[in-house]
């Protein structure tokens, strides 16, 4: 298939060049043949100035342009161009003689006004080296550009597909973590044999639908996803029965607005995994206003002073961080701020 491509491509720019310098053979008949019914002569003579046109032309265009200019040898180019115009002249001037020599017999006057004057051999020369080297510089940035396209579109698809191997592994290790805590608390309701286990099955059922299903689609609903918050925490006020103290403010959303899936939860986690119970309370708060396309995000957790010592992050809220910059780069904002009774996150962010 590929040699069939190669010789397929060949034949057509032998088939292109072809046409080419036939053009350029019927522009030297016209251009020569100006002011004068010798035919014969003008057509001889063109056709003798052709291996001149053809030769320095691919100097050019093969040779000088790809290996000097292209690669910015730029005093080589000068050079060798040099050379050739020299080497290209004497043979313009070659093919003036035999003009005068060979098809006119040494009378001048017989000959065609346009050829007459080697000034003319030149322009008409040169004019096509010219031509044919624009050509020839066209095509080497066309493939040039196209190339550099090619290469942006694999790096842009490496980066991607990066970026989607790196998000499946940061919700590969949410998942386990979220999975555990939630199986955790319904663990200690089966012990204590509960009438509210039925229930913590049922919400627990729900979780698990949106962890497995609907945790791997690019975006949900952040109406859907407030609501899997308040299944989670439905089932953390089972366990912590009177000792938890929590307030939800959340702003009515509708439908349309689309967030990655897991976003928010795992703050909620890390509050109840990290807060600390004070005055025989675990305190948490949390606020959701959405305006302007923006989403507010906040929750905080009471903590004891002493916790103020540790500020290092733990896996949870790092895969968090690395999720953001994922899938909202420099569109989002986040803070997390600690005083004597507070632990809180603020999350800005513009969907």
Avoid at 237 to 257: A, C, H, K, P, Q
Wanted: hydrophobic share 45%; proline share 3%.
């Amino acid at each position: 298939m590929t040699s069939k491509k190669f010789i397929l491509a060949k034949i057509t720019k032998l088939v292109l060049h072809t046409i080419f310098w036939a053009i350029v053979l019927f522009g030297y008949t016209y251009f020569f043949g100006y002011n004068t019914e010798n035919i014969h002569y003008v057509f001889s003579f063109s056709l003798f100035l052709m291996p001149v046109t053809i030769g320095t032309t691919y100097i050019v265009t093969d040779i000088l342009i790809p290996k000097y200019l292209i690669k910015e040898k730029y005093q080589f180019f000068i050079l060798y161009c040099i050379y050739t115009l020299i080497i290209s002249a004497y043979f313009i001037i070659y093919s003036f003689f035999y003009g005068l020599i060979f098809l006119t017999d040494v009378r001048i006057g017989e000959m065609a006004p346009m050829t007459r004057s080697p000034l003319f051999l030149f322009v008409a020369v040169y004019f096509i080296v010219f031509i044919a080297s624009a050509l020839s510089l066209a095509q080497h940035n066309y493939k040039s550009t196209s190339t550099n396209q090619k290469l942006k579109t694999k790096i842009l698809e490496a980066q991607l597909k990066l970026k989607e191997q790196e998000l499946r592994y940061l919700k590969m290790q949410i998942h386990p973590h979220f999975l555990f805590n939630t199986l955790n608390t319904m663990y200690g309701f089966a012990l204590k044999k509960s009438e509210e286990t039925p229930e913590m099955i049922l919400k627990l059922s729900n979780l698990l639908d949106y962890l497995l299903y609907q945790a791997d689609k690019p975006t949900v609903s952040l109406k859907e996803e407030l609501d899997h918050i308040k299944d989670y925490i439905s089932l953390e006020r089972m366990r912590f029965s009177d000792t938890l103290e929590i307030t939800m403010n959340f702003d009515e959303v509708d439908d349309g607005i689309m967030v990655a899936p897991m976003l928010f939860i795992p703050f909620v986690e890390n509050s109840f995994k990290h807060g600390q119970i004070k005055n025989k309370k675990l305190s948490i708060i949390m606020e959701l206003v959405y305006q302007n396309n923006t989403i507010n995000f906040s929750i905080k957790n009471s903590i004891h002073h002493s916790t103020l010592e540790n500020d290092k992050d733990g896996i949870g809220l790092s895969n968090i961080k690395k999720r953001l910059a994922s899938l909202y780069p420099n569109t989002y904002e986040l803070i997390i701020s600690k005083n004597e009774n507070w632990y809180t996150v603020n999350l800005v962010l513009n969907t």
